[in-house]
């Protein structure tokens, strides 16, 4: 927003002149920019307007990182008798967030409400929000609900049934759907190789891959995705090779996943190809992309260039720092792995219980004996770490092979063995 329009006394002259719902449409594209309008909505009492407030809820309620969800919630409740569009724009925004279970709460509330009533455009985004938050037996008392109200023919309402019993691994019932469908229907054609995939029916899945009529972008990132998830590395890499030629596009969740079939492969040319097509086609580097990219190289031997990744791009998080570590501890680069860990130290993050197993490797592969209890002790007493099987893996075979700490490895396996 232009600093003209961010003033008070430019703002009141949109305001006093009511084109504040253009204000919103045109001028808002940040948060801070909303809360501005917002709080000039409030103090000039504008906020009652129905349709103002309804813009400020839907900005807010978008996916991160452009709106806060929290900050619609708090919108939300602050309208009076809110009406079927307010409801709809609050529980999709929800059901898309990190906090799918909210959208749950809120459909039980509006059912219970005598104001306003689901509709249509209301139910998908529930069923969605039973998927992601593997409720797929809870939203199945819903599904009853659409069969007694007639709507289960609707095609929204039965793709996302359809997606939250496959995504959940229902697949009877994901089936019985799918099979009930007369018309070919991609997006459910989609949900149902996710779903197979997903439950390790992989082969099924390719079957029903190779099947479709009609492909989209989707259905070739979903069977690629479903070969990497159920080891099938090769034939991950040999379709992304077949969607190249096909000119389709792959998500950032198909490259990371290639990028870890070409890890467990060791295949570093097919790895450095999908790199330099990351780079090239602008792919968003975020952490997630980045320690992919970086655990891929670790893994195909090729440390320089993971170092190289790992100290250029400035938007690393604990995952990136944590597969550096590790990867230099398997590589023979011992030394490095335990000065990258104390570096992450001194950092604004905090290591974590992978950190750990990261830095206690490299203490294992160079015999380090005391070092690795040192930093045993301090995950405990330090950061509240409580140390999983292979952080007591390592420890092990240092008591085996220095015949130091044996007890204490011993009954780590048997707090485990217990189930304790």
């Known amino acids: 927003m232009s600093s003209s329009v961010c003033s008070s006394t430019s703002i009141s002259k949109f305001i006093s002149d009511q084109p504040y719902l253009h204000m919103l449409e045109t001028k808002c594209t940040t948060m801070t920019d909303l809360k501005k309008i917002h709080a000039h909505l409030i103090k000039s009492g504008l906020i009652k307007d129905k349709i103002a407030s309804s813009r400020v809820l839907a900005f807010s309620a978008k996916s991160p990182p452009i709106g806060d969800i929290n900050y619609a919630n ?123 995939a997903k439950s390790g029916e992989i082969d099924d899945s390719w079957r029903l891959f190779s099947k479709m009529s009609t492909r989209n972008d989707v259905s070739w990132n979903s069977m690629i995705s479903g070969f990497v998830r159920n080891g099938k590395w090769n034939e991950a890499l040999e379709l992304f090779s077949t969607m190249q030629e096909e000119n389709i596009k792959p998500s950032e969740f198909t490259l990371v996943s290639l990028l870890n079939a070409c890890g467990h492969l060791g295949a570093l040319q097919q790895g450095n190809w999908i790199y330099k097509y990351v780079k090239k086609n602008n792919v968003e580097l975020n952490v997630i992309v980045v320690t992919a990219i970086i655990d891929m190289y670790c893994k195909c031997g090729n440390v320089e260039m993971a170092w190289h990744v790992f100290i250029s ?108």
């Open 74 to 196: 708090l919108v939300f409740t602050h309208i009076e008798n809110p009406n079927l569009f307010t409801w709809n724009t609050i529980i999709r925004g929800f059901s898309e967030n990190s906090t799918p279970q909210y959208a749950i709460h809120l459909i039980i509330e509006m059912l219970s409400s005598s104001q306003v009533q689901p509709h249509l455009l209301t139910y998908p985004s529930i069923f969605k929000a039973y998927a992601r938050g593997g409720l797929a037996k809870n939203g199945a008392q819903l599904h009853g609900r659409i069969i007694k109200l007639g709507l289960e023919f609707d095609t929204f309402i039965r793709n996302t049934m359809l997606y939250m019993y496959a995504s959940c691994g229902f697949l009877v019932e994901a089936r019985k759907l799918f099979d009930e469908d007369e018309i070919e229907d991609v997006v459910s054609w989609n949900s149902m190789i996710m779903g197979l």
């Open 313 to 420: 791009i400035s938007n690393k998080g604990l995952s990136s720092w944590n597969s550096m570590i590790l990867g230099l501890a398997t590589n023979g680069f011992e030394d490095d792995a335990i000065k990258l860990f104390a570096r992450l130290q001194c950092s604004i993050l905090k290591p974590d219980s992978v950190s750990f197993i990261g830095v206690l490797t490299a203490c294992n592969h160079s015999g380090l004996v005391d070092r690795a209890k040192y930093y045993f002790q301090l995950m405990k007493k330090e950061y509240g770490i409580e140390p999983s099987i292979k952080h007591y893996g390592c420890m092990v075979r240092y008591s085996w092979s220095k015949q130091v700490l044996v007890e204490e490895a011993r009954r780590g396996y048997k707090k485990y063995e217990n189930g304790t």
